[in-house]
Structure formats: C-alpha cells, structure tokens
C-alpha cells in the first residue's frame, strides 16, 4: 500500500508541476486513486501489477456500490490518467487503463435561473450583511459573479491588483492557469468601485492600528488562504437565496454562471464570445446552452400554444 501512495504522490506532484492542476482537481485525483489502491490492497494487487480485467472488475464493484455514472466515469478517467503517467515515467511498460471504455457522462441540461429570480437575488443582496461594508462586499461579490461568469473560486481568489484603476474588463486566471479577460457591466464596475474604497479604508486602519500587512486579494479574510473561501461564499448565496424567496437548493454560484451564459445567449451574443468569456476549452460545452434555449422554447410552446392546450 506504502508504494501505491508514492506512485499517487509523485503523479500528483507531476500534476501540479507540469499542467498547474488547481489544488480541488489535485484532491479529486488523490481521493479517486486512493480508493482505487484499497480496492486493489485487498486483492492483493498494486498499480506495479493491476491489470485491465482488475480495473474493468473496480469499475464494475463501484457500480455495484450505487455510485453514479458521472463519479464512475472520472473515476476511471484518474485511473487513466495514473498510469498514462506511470508509462510515460518508466514505472510500467505497458498501460493497462487505456482501452477501457467508460460509462461515459451522462449530458443533463445545467440548471437556470429567469432574470426576474437573478434581479430578486441582486435586489437581497443589497440588504445582506451584518453592517453596510459587508452589504457592499456581498453586493460586489453577486454582481461580479452574474457580470462574468466566473468560476466560484476565481471569484473569490481575485487579487485586487485586478481591481485597481476602475477596469472595463478584469484578468482572471481559470483552470490549468491559463488567464481571459472578461468584460465587466457598468452596475458591476460601481460596486467594484464601492467596494474597494471601503476594503482599502478598512486595511489601512488595521494596519495603523495592528501593523496588519496589506492583503492580496480583492476578498480578504483570516484564513490560510487569505481571501474568502468557496464554503463561505456557498453559505453567504443559501442566505441571500432565502431573503429572496427562491429556494435554496436551487441557487449556487455554477447555476449563476449558467444563467450568465444563458441570457447571454438569449440576448443574441455569440457563442463563440460567450466560450471565451465562461473559460472553455472546447465550444462543445459552450454548445449546451443552445440547448437550454431550446427546452424553453419548447416549453413555451407547449405551455402557451392553443393547439396544444387543445390536445391536452
């Protein structure tokens, strides 16, 4: 077992060398592998001498353990990726993960919210907060986040070199590190404004005060990190989701950039600016949000159309 934990620490090292893997992709793979080497231990076998029949035979036992198609499927693609890795270093001579055939992902429309629910959230987030600075700082935080469509941990890491000097448009550094630039709205620019006045009286106070260092990033907090965490971000959205008469369930910062990318589309941008913009490698991902069009459009039709109330 001790082995199989170094050939999973060395190609997770390898990972966040080589391809800048963030740091919630880099814990994917460990928990993915480190089930599989248990799977393995108790059969007596390791990643030195696993064969494809012992990966088809785990890929069978997690189906029958009830896990979904989508957690099978990148189960298998860690799997893959390991000894893709142990191959290409010399650990193997042969690769015994790369004929195997997923159960591949199940492609379900993403959730989305009308730009009534999305204008009621803005509207809550404006009396949220224990005091006005928090109110402006969660202001800024849902206007960036439905402005551009960022990922929740970009948003929340953003330093606020990014911020300075009233910017159209903001760097952000996505997935594998690679950087885009994304437009910001005129509303968005005000409360990024607000909020950096009242951030940067705040850490001149503190310094004068505790001879705190100045922080880095546009959301700061105590934390390891230093900025705001994505679970803190999750609990301040179910709150404002709350104040705002919308279900909790239904609101998290992946739907918000969905409905970013949605009423984008349904405004008539390009997909291809909108692929840009969202951080995507492939326009295929971007694709499904014509898709979404489509299910509304349907769903208008039959909600509305007289020959379809007729045949009901």
């Not at 959230?121 to 960036?144: F, I, K």
Request: charged share 25%; glycine share 8%; aromatic share 6%.
């Amino acid at each position: 077992m001790a082995g199989m934990e170094r050939w999973i620490s060395a190609f997770l090292d390898a990972q966040a060398a080589e391809l800048g893997a963030a740091q919630n992709t880099l814990l994917g793979y460990g928990r993915d592998l480190k089930d599989f080497s248990g799977w393995l231990a108790r059969r007596g076998k390791s990643f030195e001498n696993a064969e494809r029949a012992d990966i088809e035979a785990y890929l069978v036992f997690c189906d029958a353990e009830g896990l979904s198609r989508a957690t099978r499927a990148r189960r298998l693609s860690s799997i893959r990726q390991l000894f893709r890795f142990a191959y290409e270093e010399g650990r193997r001579v042969d690769n015994p993960a790369i004929q195997i055939t997923g159960p591949g992902r199940a492609k379900s429309l993403p959730k989305i919210l009308t730009e009534a629910e999305v204008e009621a959230l803005l509207e809550a987030t404006r009396q949220s907060g224990r005091n006005p600075v928090e109110r402006v700082r969660n202001t800024c935080l849902m206007e960036l986040l439905y402005a551009t469509g960022m990922r929740v941990s970009e948003l929340v890491s953003l330093p606020v070199s990014a911020a300075r000097g009233d910017p159209r448009m903001l760097l952000v550094k996505g997935k594998g590190g690679k950087e885009r630039m994304v437009p910001l709205s005129t509303p968005a620019r005000e409360t990024l404004a607000a909020w950096l006045k009242l951030r940067d009286e705040a850490e001149d106070l503190a310094r004068c005060e505790a001879g705190t260092p100045p922080g880095k990033h546009l959301f700061p907090a105590r934390g390891r990190a230093g900025h705001m965490t994505r679970q803190a971000f999750h609990g301040l959205l179910k709150d404002i989701s709350l104040t705002a008469g919308i279900a909790p369930a239904r609101v998290t910062p992946h739907v918000l950039r969905h409905a970013f990318a949605t009423h984008l589309l349904a405004g008539g941008a390009d997909l291809r600016a909108i692929q840009t913009m969202l951080g995507h490698a492939d326009i295929s991902t971007t694709e499904i949000y014509t898709h979404v069009l489509d299910e509304r459009l349907k769903k208008l039709v039959l909600d509305h159309h007289p020959l379809a109330r007729n045949a009901e």
